[in-house]
């Protein structure tokens, strides 16, 4: 694979020449494409007279009415909407599957063990400064993040091809690393899985890149569109991006096997396609860090480049720190160098520098061999609950006799499963049965217990007997 990241020369030559405190490398062309895509996401057909109208508008009303009057309210976010909806039923049986976090068998939020620990360590320690982090982050967290998710013995790792920064979670770090690609990268679309997680489009879109989507969902079995994923991707331009989700699949739960896997690699290979993974599950789907690597370490040995973002929010539960890495793995050391330097003049405009505590902490669980250790245990428990959710959930449904298969719901991995549900089974359940989950009919098996699996079970067998 012949993958260019053109750190300098070409249409951003001029990224070369400044200093990471003043960028002027984002091209007029650049900044329109980013203009043009605000003014798509906000529903506005006619760009120019809406500039004109913008421009147009005093910096002050004389007329005493607020200068945002003509702001109009947004719709709720289709993911964190479910939440605020579930906030406000007053029901005492309400079960909210919408939101994508871990909850414990009684419901609660969970904190780590092990993460108590770190912080515990990280309080005792006097000589700890509240200082600003370099632009890239905390360099003994970015490390240990490469190591973790490509694999200590990696050649790339050995041989210093791999520039790492930290990022504000999986979704920060996914955010620059688009906007490293569309200044720096000489193709621009981004082909993304049809179904997806929902921020992928807008955060790529709003990145300046151009996306399109790849076959990988079938609803008629419930799992995998391979033979219409290969076509997808088969047909797609040389040198495209392709968004790969690394396992437990958002909001499938469908992965690819690993023989389905290296058939991706070597078309993705073979077609010169730029792979940029999002691994926001790794241990948390099959509860083995290696297992749910493998898809990722399968593209970072074979010598060609790749990008990966990862998060830290559920494999060490830190959702409020957002804390995440972007990796990319290069050709050359020079490459990863001139790469690094690019990427620096990304993120000091956007937020500077990224927060101190968060990556400490996982910084501290990954170099001591004991809190490793008792993390992947309690990280295997985690996913081993999810895992008996399934299957409770299975066995609930059998019981009951509810018609159609629902063999998929033991099948699928992670934090989600796609149950098949339509829009309308969805709103039935919300409004007879107090359940909330997103209108694709996605639930979050790690907002189960056993105590509100029947009460689930009940509500999806009367919405597929009553409505079909």
Not at 186 to 209: A, C, D, M
Not at 288 to 301: H, K, M, N, P, T
Not at 322 to 331: F, M, N, Q
Not at 409 to 418: D, P
Request: charged share 20%; proline share 5%.
């Amino acid at each position: 694979m012949r993958t260019q990241f053109t750190a300098s020369g070409g249409a951003h030559s001029c990224c070369s020449a400044v200093s990471s405190s003043s960028c002027c490398c984002i091209s007029t062309a650049a900044a329109d494409r980013r203009l043009n895509a605000l003014v798509r996401h906000l529903g506005i057909e006619d760009s120019k007279s809406a500039m004109a109208d913008i421009s147009a508008n005093p910096t002050s009303a004389s007329n005493g009415d607020s200068v945002f009057a003509h702001v109009v309210r947004a719709p709720e976010d289709p993911i964190l909407g479910v939440t605020v909806a579930y906030n406000k039923d007053p029901s005492p049986n309400k079960l909210n599957l919408g939101v994508g976090a871990y909850r414990t068998e009684e419901g609660k939020p969970l904190v780590l063990n092990v993460v108590r620990q770190a912080e515990q360590q990280l309080v005792n320690d006097p000589s700890r400064v509240k200082e600003y982090l370099p632009i890239v982050g905390l360099a003994e967290f970015n490390k240990l993040s490469a190591k973790l998710i490509l694999g200590s013995d990696n050649p790339a790792i050995q041989e210093n091809r791999v520039t790492t920064v930290q990022g504000l979670s999986g979704t920060g770090s996914l955010r620059v690393g688009g906007e490293f690609l569309a200044r720096h990268y000489h193709e621009r679309t981004i082909y993304i899985p049809q179904p997806t997680w929902g921020n992928h489009p807008k955060v790529f879109t709003l990145s300046g890149l151009s996306v399109k989507t790849y076959r990988y969902y079938d609803p008629a079995t419930r799992g995998l569109n391979f033979q219409g994923l290969l076509e997808d991707l088969g047909s797609a331009p040389s040198g495209a991006i392709v968004l790969l989700h690394a396992c437990a699949h958002n909001p499938t739960g469908v992965d690819p096997t690993l023989e389905q896997w290296e058939h991706i690699r070597k078309l993705v290979r073979s077609k010169a396609l730029l792979p940029f993974f999002d691994s926001a599950y790794q241990g948390f789907a099959s509860g083995s860090l290696d297992a749910d690597a493998q898809s990722v370490r399968i593209f970072a040995a074979d010598g060609g480049e790749c990008l990966v973002a990862q998060s830290y929010a559920k494999n060490m539960g830190l959702y409020g720190e957002r804390v995440g890495a972007l990796s990319i793995v290069c050709k050359t050391a020079d490459v990863a160098s001139r790469v690094e330097s690019q990427l620096k003049l990304v993120i000091r405009p956007m937020y500077s520098n990224p927060p101190i505590h968060g990556a400490s902490i996982v910084a501290t669980i990954l170099k001591d061999r004991n809190l490793y250790n008792e993390w992947t245990i309690e990280l295997k428990a985690m996913a081993d609950r999810i895992i008996s959710m399934r299957q409770q959930l299975f066995d609930a449904l059998k019981t009951r006799g509810t018609p159609g298969d629902w063999s998929h719901i033991i099948k699928q991995i992670g934090m989600f499963t796609f149950t098949g549900l339509n829009s309308d089974q969805v709103a039935f359940m919300t409004k007879e049965y107090h359940i909330y989950m997103t209108s694709d009919g996605r639930i979050s098996m790690a907002g189960l217990s056993s105590r509100t699996v029947p009460h689930l079970a009940d509500a999806i067998h009367a919405a597929v007997t009553r409505l079909g």
